[in-house]
């Protein structure tokens, strides 16, 4: 059994009127995933995942470009503050688990994959018991500047944690975040997207639950011109259980968008999304 959850504050109304010829694809599940970009064109707008997106204004998160340096500074600085328990390194494509659990399915996630030479790499010890979060604070450099990242967080057996990722600034940027929950770990994410106005943000987050474990993903999206952001979740094996949360915020002009998909690929496993 699957289960997709649409969250959305806009809708074209001339899409509307205009209707979706397309013919879906049968399952959710079977929607092409590829770390090649030219298997993931760039979408129109009529495709069911993208018809309540704007995709006329995201031509710069669609392409196929490296993250903007200027003058040494890169479009998006990342701040990681860890407390003890949890290691940090990087991995470069291929490199496991970097791809084990997040395989493309959009445009953006694709070229995000194909564009971060070096992925985060974050490490929960077995059995650790975090009494203080993680935090990655990402910040954009400009309005307009391309960024691209891919962040892998790896939940050690029996450990319990929270990871608080937090954006703010301005970039046009695609960000990837790759979870690995180990057998009987308990681990929540939060997901602050907190942009200035001018902000695009295109976000795959790919979640893989292990034996036992618990996960819940909470996105917030409180700024941002357009925030769209897609939280998936797996089962490595029985008994896993996955909560997914999402609140958003809008002003006018501001498009902000949640999607939620949870496979329920292993026996005896729970999810609630809200």
Known sequence: MSLLVDEKTHVDPAAQIGGDHR?????????????DVEAIPVPT???????????????????DAPTDVQDGVE????????????????????QAPRGTVLVPEDRGAVVASKNTEQALHVRI???????????????????????NAHYVVEAG??????VILDHTGSADHTGNLEVLV????????????????????????EAL?????????????????????????????????ATLLGVYF?????????????????PRCTSLVT
């Open 209 to 241: 639950v292990g034996r036992d474990a618990s996960y819940k993903h909470i996105a917030v999206s409180l700024g941002g011109g357009i925030v769209r952001v897609n939280s998936n979740v797996r089962y490595g094996g029985p008994g896993g259980d």
């Open 23 to 35: 013919i879906p694809d049968e399952s959710r599940a079977s929607r092409t995933r590829s770390f």
């Open 157 to 162: 057996a029996h450990s319990t944690a929270l």
């Open 182 to 205: 180990g057998d009987g770990a308990t681990l929540t994410v939060v997901s602050l997207q907190r942009w200035d106005d001018d902000a695009v943000h295109l976000g795959q987050h």
């Open 125 to 147: 010890a077995p059995e650790a018991e975090l009494s203080d979060p993680v935090r990655l604070k990402v910040h954009g450099q400009g309005a307009g500047r391309r960024s």
């Open 250 to 266: 809008a002003d006018a002009g501001q498009h902000l968008e949640h999607r939620s998909f949870v496979d329920h690929n292993a």
């Open 75 to 94: 479009a998006a600085d990342y701040q990681l503050e860890a407390p003890e328990g949890v290691t940090s390194g990087t991995l470069a494509p291929g």
């Open 45 to 63: 707008g009529r495709e069911e995942e993208w018809r309540f997106t704007p995709v006329d204004r995201l031509g710069n998160v669609f392409a």
